[in-house]
């Protein structure tokens, strides 16, 4: 296979493991609370503010202090914002969803200014590398690798642990997994500080990919993993992933496809992606083998 | 008491008669002033806009920022001097590139076009529930956004447009929030209005008792997309320019928040929620230019305004979520809407 | 108040409103340790409703439940079945995309006793060889009855005292609902007390030591079955026919 084919598929897969990953977060929370964290662009700004701030130390201690910052936002954002709405319709857990991630937003620019700054993050990540005869850039290669270990390793923890049952039960049928003694609380600050780290995780490929961090670095990626979540299935976490995943690699996919003068409308051919699918399958491309309403 | 029929007039009465004192009152004030009670008054076009299809169906719509954005760019394309327009948009087809209408001939088309787009992406919408249908304005918003900044040819793209004429003072714009009062509390009287209200509240009655859900909403869709599309259109011949940027997440926050805190429930709500937002937005900018004390200027810094806000809706949602009006009219009590047999609908007034 | 106390489950003047619709009109309901008690009444006479509230899985506009003596209101959903209470509820709500033995494994959320939560399981696989068959399989591929043992079983793996259901025989055939109801009675058997809704009355009746006709949010009648069965106004209190006041 020819180089620029190659580029491409691996940007694809890279940047749809990263939309993976940030569905998932978003997808997490949803299934079991039904409720769309949009402020889940600012646990990835947070994140990378955290990189910024630490700058110089070394990347291993810069990148745990980025997740431990992340999820700690998660688990305020939950205690204080959304568990005394719990319960509440979804138009409210929406509305409250967008309040959030804009006082986030707002508060961030306060405090650290609405301009992007330069970070030089994991530079040796920007190296080339021959793999299969092909050269590519090993921050691809660490992105991809890092996507499927954390992939994995989420599913075997859905899968294998107690807890990770009760997780999964919860997001299937909340109040009965309550009425047989899941603990509420427990499983939801879980699904809050899981989400934290995978936003953590895509901030520093980001933040290392792109050397740029900004307020509303995560905005475009929960925007966009969004609608993956919502093409793959709200409620369904392999839906949730797969349709992160499809998204983000469709982002690249016509980047390459299509003709120069409609490249720039790529958002809109997606957008219009996600309302054919909610008005032919609002249950999504994998629905979740749930008997309740999804939406 | 008054009778019955101009009982159920009090509340549009008393907005008007708040709106037109707001107005007034600016009008006596310098012309700095005066310019922040016209943005404020714009903004109560948009919010009402937002309410009618909002409050009445009790569906979020992310959208109407994109009726707002067509109405300013249809507006701009027709009232720009042909000699302006050659300058910022070569490629315009001759018979736009050569059109230059008077301000209400252009503001109505402008708003027409809005109507007509919130129609065709209504359409195939308006039968989605709750979050569906709010996920699908959300793309209604992202789709004209991306196209209206890329469509270079006819819209300049991610250039502003500049030298449109200024004609939106604080008369214009009271006059239009006079209207558009009018205009949501005609609707919201009207039969469709008081049939949507009622699916609102329980839509499988309202289903049952053959009321058309879907047709009522796109009703309320299309006129609420007049109205944001008249908002847009006040924007644009107030600031002279039109930029695609500034119809998009930020505008649309501010018009939704606007709307949350006022109370999305009634017409009072939204009247509310942009009054009292634009003079808290005013109190804010003050601060945050500061005084001077003694030489040294004492300001809040940059941003809080915007943070304050979110984090008041925030406090309404969590502690009042039916905003300041409280889903209540002015003078006029709660109005719910009740379906009777055979789709009759009975207002209950408490 | 003796009686009161002796009781373990105890609901007094319970009220549940839906907006301005009250659901149920101030439900007094007692029974004690052993028994079968049912409820039966039409559709829509706020069965459901009184159970979910006794539960707490609705909200209660008034009224006092008490278990074994303790106060419910006000314990979280979560806590109650630790207290002893399980709750089967309407629909079987099992987790359809979790297998067989997962699903029984989450009725022992709240115990600590591994070793004893597995001798359990076996016994229970046992009684319910269907479960045994298909332990691997995602429960959504069960059929209704299989679904209804699965729920049941479910349910008794956390050791109830109390084990609540609702509508148990809905949408199931009738060889299937005589598996059910005989399951039930070897349940209580083994000591657990049994409180069931049912809109089939002569089912409930056949199971049941007392019951309660509920109609329009309250209860119209209660008694031993034999004795309801035979009494004239049943008719009435089930049907409506003949009775002023209360609508369904």
Redesign the interface.
Known sequence: MSQPILQTLADALSVGGLYALTALGIGLIFGIMRL?NFAHGELIAIAGYTLLALFGMPPAAAIVAAAAAAMLLALVTERL?FR??RG?D???L???S???S??L???L??FVG?RPKGIDFLPLLGRQVDALGVRLRSLEIVAIAVSAILLAALSWFLKATRFGLEMRAAAEDFTMARVLGVRANRVIATAFAISGLLAATVSCLVVAETGVVQPRMG?QLT?IAFVGT?IGGLGSLAGAALGGFLVGAATILLQALLPPDLR?????FL??A??LV??LR?RGLIPARGLRER? | MLPGRFRRLAPLAALLAIVAAFGLLAGLTPAVTARRATEALIDLVAVVGLYIFVGNS???SFGNVAFMAVGAYVSALLTMRPAAKSVFLPDLPEWIAGAEWPPLPSALAAGGAAALLALVAGW??MR?????A???TF?IL??TY??L??WTAVTGGQNSLMGLPIYVGLWTALAWAAVAILVAFAYQESRSGLLLRASREDEAAAEAAGVHTVRHRLIAFVISGFLSGIAGVLLAHFLGTVRVETFY?DLT?LI??ML?IGGMRSLTGAVAGALVIAVLKELLRQAEIGVTIDGTVVAA????G??V???L??AI??FR?KGIAGGRELFGGSVEARVVADGEVDPLRR | MSERERALLAVSGLIVRYGRIAAVRGVDLEIRAGEIVSIVGPNGAGKTSLLSAIFGVIPSAGGDVRFAGDRLAGVALEALVGKGIAFVPEGRRIFASLTVAENLALGATVRRDNGQVHADRERLFATFPILAARRRQPAGLLSGGEQQQLAIARALLSRPKLLMLDEPSLGLAPAIIDQVYGLLRGIRAEGVTILLVEQNAERAFALSDRAYVMRGGEFVLNGAPKALSADPRFDAAYFGIGMSGASP
Do not use: W
Not at chain 1, 264 to 268: K, P
């Open positions: 769309i914002a005394p709405l509440a979804p138009a409210t929406l509305i409250a967008f309040a959030v804009f006082f937003q707002k508060t620019i306060l609405a905005l925007i919502v720039a409308f790529r958002e809109a957008f219009l996600v309302t909610l008005v609002p939406i | 009790g569906v979020l195939p919408l989605l529930s709750g979050i569906s709010s996920i699908a793309a992202v789709i991306v196209v900044g890329n997440l926050f939704v928040a949350v810094p940059a941003g809080l915007d943070a806000l979110a984090l809706m925030l949602i969590l979520p």
